[in-house]
């Protein structure tokens, strides 16, 4: 049983540079990415001046329903609200949603964040998603970690398959150890890593702990900072790529990441 989903964070569907649309071409790549599930972040949900603007290419739809088309269900969960619109999280399935829910983990009125909680119903299991796109302060995301594990360990048993992602704007790397502890997690580059590569399972072994790294996903043209995640339990990660080249950095400033999951036997 199978499962390929994708983390992205969409910079609100226009350029980085210039600010100029990008919605329709983004669906176009997410439609060929073959995703079941899309976890998405800095997605506009109502934006009046660039839709006045960009009327002939900005859709009158919001961006998650646009997006999601004929072929997934959409959940937005808005996070920032200003005059003119709102921007938030979305996630996009190809599976039945059953509960959700936004939660608010912004750490002060200037940067608002959140998490969005969805369970989708994959093959008759419950897998309980997080979409995630922390702050840029690191006392801040230390705070958002904790509201993050205290979420996930009160919605999900402790049995259940679990997929978080999204920006976690963590370039050192230091909330991993803290979700893998608190959440018996793994992040699809380490686990593939480690599968992978005898001299990481070795240093393991011998105590000094793993050097790998997540993917380096910003900037798009040219990823040097690993800020995007994607975290699971209850799974087998049989493949994880960023996606990096000319037509994406022309539609993000970030990179996504694709994976190809196998649910594990429930115990």
């Known amino acids: 049983m199978k499962l390929r989903i994708a983390t992205y964070n969409i910079h609100k569907g226009v350029s ?9 071409a983004l669906k176009q790549a997410l439609t060929a990415m073959e995703a079941d599930v899309l976890f998405l972040q800095e997605v506009q949900g109502r934006h009046d001046m660039l839709a006045t603007r960009h009327a002939t290419n900005w859709p009158e739809q919001p961006q998650h329903d646009f997006l999601a088309g004929d072929s997934h269900t959409a959940v937005y969960g808005m996070n920032a609200v200003y005059d003119h619109g709102h921007h938030g999280n979305a996630l ?19 940067e608002k964040r959140g998490i ?13 998603c997080y979409v995630v796109h922390l702050g840029l302060f690191a006392s801040g995301r230390r705070r958002q970690t904790d509201a993050l594990v205290e979420a996930v360990s009160r919605t999900a048993p402790p049995d259940a398959p679990v997929i978080i992602a999204g920006d976690f704007n963590d370039w050192g790397n230091r909330l991993s150890p803290i979700l893998r502890s608190a959440l018996d997690v793994c992040e699809v580059f380490d686990e593939r890593a480690q599968r992978l590569s005898v001299s990481a399972m070795l240093r393991k072994l011998s105590g000094r702990g793993s050097v790998i790294q997540p993917a380096r996903t910003f900037p798009a043209a040219l990823p040097m900072l690993r800020l995007d995640r994607i975290y699971v339990r ?5 493949s994880a790529q960023v996606l ?7 539609l993000s400033d970030h990179a996504p990441i694709v994976a190809t999951l196998q649910l594990k036997p429930r115990r």
């Open 244 to 250: 990096h080249g000319a037509l994406w950095a022309k």
């Open 92 to 110: 996009l399935s190809a599976f039945p949603i059953g509960a959700t829910r936004n939660q608010d983990i912004s750490d002060h009125a200037y």
């Open 116 to 128: 969005l909680h969805c369970v989708l119903n994959v093959f008759d299991i419950d897998v309980h």
């Open 16 to 24: 980085s540079i210039g600010s100029r649309p990008r919605v329709h």
């Open 234 to 238: 209850g799974f087998t990660v049989e």
